[in-house]
């Protein structure tokens, strides 16, 4: 099995808020090689890096709004995010918790700092992901899945743990239910650990520095809060915690179809997307109350 190389490490882009509870940097797509279909079947990131919010009886975040055509996963390594959404689903993720929201055929969603955390205040740290969904699942029924940190799977490796959110390492497998081969993992490492990975040479495969430092293939130093690109050849990487580090590693089998993206909505085709603001505007996401 030949070695998995680095494409390139990537810092941090400038910060912006989504709505006013988010402030991320986008690493997917952004102007730096990375277009929605580099990383697909993941076609969008958004990183909010460590940042303190003021105490606020008025929970900040982003109100309702629509999506049809692929699934947000938010993981949340600071703080605590409450969502609702117009199929039913909803509830509250803290700290190491995971949202799953297959949007698929349509959903409203709305999702906020929780109301009593939002009363302290505190530091607040996450990821969001969009998931590209195949065209035969794109207008499947919406669903939701809580994933709590106490129930997701773990394995020890020596001085560390893997967190299994999708996917599966080293024959055990994570919580999540997905549409197509992903993976998902958050490596808890203390200083000096190693942690050995292995995908398939085709599917897109990259790693985001949470918390720490770390090297890759006892070559490439990636710094807090940088996102590492691995190449499409080899199969085999390692990664080295040069201090106590959190590393979210992603890897997946691309899709490989069309993606027409606007806005909320991410389809197949144009007319798709035409559709989809005709559904939204004819009131068949559903109803979720401001």
Known sequence: MSIKSVE?????????FVGDGFRVHTFIPSSYRLDMHRMDPIIMMDYNSKHYFEPSNTPKGVGVHPHRGFETVTIAYKGKVEHHDSSGGGGIIGEGDVQWMTAASGVLHKEFHEKEWSKKGGEFQMVQ???NLPAKD?????KYQ???NTSMSKVNIENGIIEIIAGEYQGIKGTANT???LHLYNA????GANAHFSFPAHYNTALLVIEGSIIVNNEHKAPLDHFVLMGNVG???????????????LSGEPINETIVAHGPFV???????????NDFNQGKFGYLED
């Open 8 to 16: 390139f490490v990537m810092s941090p882009s400038e910060p912006h």
């Open 129 to 131: 992901l969009w998931v």
């Open 138 to 142: 794109k207008m499947s029924a919406p």
């Open 146 to 148: 809580s994933i709590e």
């Open 179 to 181: 549409f197509t081969p």
């Open 188 to 191: 808890r490492l203390k200083q």
């Open 235 to 249: 199969e085999n990487f390692e990664i080295t915690a040069q201090e106590d580090s959190v590393v979210l590693v």
């Open 267 to 277: 389809m197949n085709t144009k007319q798709e997307i035409i559709e989809a603001f």
